[in-house]
């Protein structure tokens, strides 16, 4: 199965007239080889396919492993006795239009590249991973569960006095209890800090915000889930204390937004309609500005898998289309500055008759 | 102190004929801002300076702790209101040559990059980080001093029947209790394995190689500690049973090689001679040769700081010359396919008088 990324790369390739592809980044190579030791943080491999050949570069460190769990790739050891020079020498005249990934490939990389090749582009290695297979879908439905299961775990640790560090230590820990880790750093906002869509959690404490002490004040939790490799991400906001009726009016609001968009895909899905995913993020966005509330800051979702953030994107600009197969985020919000935000963010994938929800904690507005 | 960083850039532009430097690694942001919180993962920042300005770019998650803890740098925060194009827009009349880390930008931002400035050039912002302050040193010993604790500790874990792996944890937990983190991914190897100069740590099992079960096997222990953003690194490499006379000889020159180096510049220190780091390196590399043992398949040695690999590196190419305040390994090693490697590394600061060795775990050949 994992061979088979290979040939697609190979299909892409013929495509899009490119003679070889110098895959650099990290989840690309995961993908395609299936190994998930390299270091996320330096470049330790390559995997360099061409029309015959499809070689792994890596070094002695991996040897062995890339030997046993990747016949498929044909290895390139580079060390001091040989170059990864040596490689691009050898099949340079082959090669007139080579693909590399120029959102991770450096600057000086680059210019080694270009000394044997005099045609570079860029070539979307990561477009491979926006369908899903049954498998992926179902290790990122594990780390949703796993989401879920903190979710519930969360909102019962939550008390006057506790500061958003220590909520995201809570999270992180049970979630490292159940074997996996979080995908990116959570958010945790209290209150004001709830109206910045990606605070940087930090010492705010959980309490009365008002004077009066009878508001409601808004708890943002947005985190995800590591589990086999494949990511989660979810968002639900709740109150400490009864909302006020702007506060409830922009969660309702919110809510409908996402419902709208998810309506949008499941009916024209039905009606056997092709969906733009710019078209998605149109329907949740134009309800949130005929509510009178300030556009939505963001995108409104990303697909997910490897990465947190990966193709699809469900922005204004996108030109994706959704395909079966898709699994990405739903997450509209509406940002007051110096009152506050709401964000709702679930994640779902696309299949046959509509959209699957695959993060199950619940919406109904919820106050602690 | 660290505004006195920004000054020394701007020495740098002008001494080097380059207008400005668009600064995007995170370690030489953190040297910079002091400012430890961005991802070393995704971009989240740059520092941009010229010679009337000095700029850091980042997003709303960041404002606040930026305005309060860097406010010798002007705040340009980049979001869906303003672009970093506009910054580059508004300077770059007065820009003719613009430096770039070569290293760690990426194509795709050297493309946005060449549409405002039209000569882009390489520019070592992290040759600054090679000569250390007083606290840097000192930072860089604490972390030294949990490593030698760490490695006294797991001298007593060492047993029959215990894996690579189990090694590693036991490492990363107590450094972790030291309040620490490891500052990269241990590396331990038992026996054969330790032939490989950055063996993958994986599940061979400690216990009597040879079939007699009478020989020592080699534990070859590779391991850091970061501590304050500071970090430490040290080999050692000790024997599971009584040596070999092949095994002790091979430790007894690697040990000596790495003696030679550090008396080399010693005796050119007081005989008030420059040093290259060059020729440390050939010192030792002769020496393991001369005693008709293969070459070192690497560096003699590499600076560290806030990173593991920095500036100043020991190696046969090394153009740098050793300067106070520099802080680097010194790491010679023997390596035998089939039989086993041996490495010593030790990190030293460079003074007035000469080396002092800020690690101390003995290096007396131990047997477990």
């Known amino acids: 199965m994992l061979k088979d990324r290979i040939e697609k790369v190979k299909q892409m390739l013929n495509k899009e007239k490119t003679d070889a592809v110098l895959v650099s980044s990290v989840f690309n190579i995961t993908y395609l080889s299936g190994f998930t030791n390299f270091s996320e943080k330096e470049r330790e491999a390559y995997i360099f396919i061409g029309k015959d050949f499809a070689y ?3 070094d002695e460190r991996y040897t062995e492993a890339i030997k046993r769990q990747v ?5 390139f050891e580079r060390g001091h006795k040989k170059s990864t020079k040596d490689l ?3 099949h340079q005249k082959k090669i007139k239009w080579l693909g590399i990934e120029e959102d991770n490939l450096t600057v000086a990389e680059h210019k080694i590249l270009s000394r044997h ?10 477009n491979l991973r926006s369908i899903k297979t049954k498998e992926e879908i179902s290790k990122i439905e594990k780390a949703c569960k796993i989401g879920d299961l903190a979710f519930e775990f969360i909102l019962k640790k939550i008390e006057n006095g506790i500061s958003e560090k220590q909520v995201v230590e809570e999270l992180e820990n049970f979630i490292r209890g159940k074997g996996a880790v979080v995908s990116f750093p959570p958010i945790v906002a209290f209150g004001k800090n709830s109206s910045i869509p990606h605070h940087q959690t930090g010492d705010s404490i959980l309490g009365p915000e008002s004077s009066s002490g009878r508001e409601g004040q808004i708890i943002l939790l947005d985190f995800g889930v590591k589990y086999d490799d494949y990511c989660s991400d979810m968002t639900r906001t709740v109150f400490f204390g009864k909302p006020t009726s702007q506060q409830k009016t922009m ?13 949008f895909v499941n009916s024209a899905t039905v009606a056997g309609k092709e969906v733009k995913a710019a078209e998605v993020d149109k329907v949740a966005r134009d309800y949130i500005i005929s509510r009178k509330y300030p556009a939505i800051p963001h995108s409104l979702g990303h697909g997910i898998g490897l990465e947190v953030h990966e193709h699809p994107s469900l922005s204004p600009k996108s030109k994706e289309i959704l395909k079966e197969g898709m699994v990405f985020s739903i997450e509209p ?4 500055p110096g009152i506050g935000g709401v964000r709702i963010e679930d994640l779902l994938v696309f299949e046959k008759g509509g959209l699957r929800q695959l993060t199950h904690s619940q919406k109904k507005l919820t106050v602690i």
Chains 1, 2 share one sequence.
């Open 56 to 58: 792994i570069i890596t």
């Open 71 to 75: 016949p498929y790739l044909t290895l």
């Open 88 to 90: 691009f020498k050898k």
């Open 117 to 126: 090749f005099k045609k570079i582009k860029h070539f979307d290695v990561g």
């Open 251 to 263: 969660y309702e609001t919110v809510l409908q937004s996402q419902q709208k968009a998810v309506d």
């Open 333 to 336: 919000g509406i940002y007051l």
